[in-house]
């Protein structure tokens, strides 16, 4: 039965083989958020208007896409969450357990733009010394942070 079974494997050969995995095995959504600083060492947080009210404060967070990789999703997230662009550096943070989802965390060195926000996501954006991290800010993206001193 082994023997048979590795010959019907082989024979579907490439793409074919990637969808049969892809169906078998499980999902999942891939989180990736970025620990963004600046020139002075402070941390770019934002109030997320959809998370709840007294958890808002967080990392630039978000999911990313079809054939994106995690840092081109810190890049892109990042940009469309405050109009400032990042070079992104170093894997802090690579997490699976959850139902759904794994947690991917990159640091990132701020290189340009302004801040704009962007209003249906993210209420306020702000830049904070690593001792003076505001209240309300989620315990993950805290230990995060902290793992970057």
Same mark, same amino acid.
């Given at each position: 039965?082994k023997?048979?079974a590795?010959?019907?494997?082989?024979a579907l050969?490439g793409?074919v083989?990637w969808?049969?995995?892809?169906l078998?095995?499980a999902t999942f959504?891939?989180g990736?958020s970025?620990i963004?600083?600046?020139d002075?060492?402070r941390?770019l947080?934002?109030?997320? /208007? *959809?998370?709840? !009210?007294?958890?808002?404060?967080g990392?630039p967070? %978000?999911?990313?896409?079809?054939?994106?990789? &995690? $840092?081109?999703?810190?890049v892109?997230e990042?940009?469309?969450e405050?109009?400032?662009?990042?070079?992104?550096?170093?894997?802090?943070?690579l997490k699976s357990?959850? /139902? *759904?989802r794994? !947690?991917?965390?990159?640091?990132?060195d701020?290189i %340009?733009?302004?801040i704009?926000?962007?209003? &249906? $996501?993210?209420?306020?954006a702000?830049?904070?010394?690593?001792?003076?991290l505001?209240?309300?800010?989620?315990?993950s993206?805290r230990?995060?942070?902290?793992k970057? /001193?």
């Amino acid at each position: 039965m082994k023997r048979i079974a590795a010959m019907a494997w082989r024979a579907l050969r490439g793409s074919v083989q990637w969808r049969v995995l892809w169906l078998w095995h499980a999902t999942f959504m891939v989180g990736v958020s970025g620990i963004v600083k600046d020139d002075e060492g402070r941390v770019l947080v934002l109030r997320h /208007r *959809l998370w709840p !009210e007294d958890r808002q404060w967080g990392l630039p967070t %978000g999911y990313a896409k079809r054939s994106e990789t &995690f $840092e081109n999703t810190v890049v892109r997230e990042v940009l469309e969450e405050t109009g400032l662009r990042v070079r992104v550096r170093d894997l802090v943070n690579l997490k699976s357990g959850y /139902r *759904l989802r794994v !947690e991917v965390a990159y640091t990132a060195d701020l290189i %340009g733009g302004d801040i704009k926000i962007a209003s &249906f $996501e993210v209420l306020e954006a702000q830049w904070f010394a690593m001792d003076r991290l505001p209240e309300g800010l989620l315990e993950s993206h805290r230990t995060l942070i902290q793992k970057t /001193r």
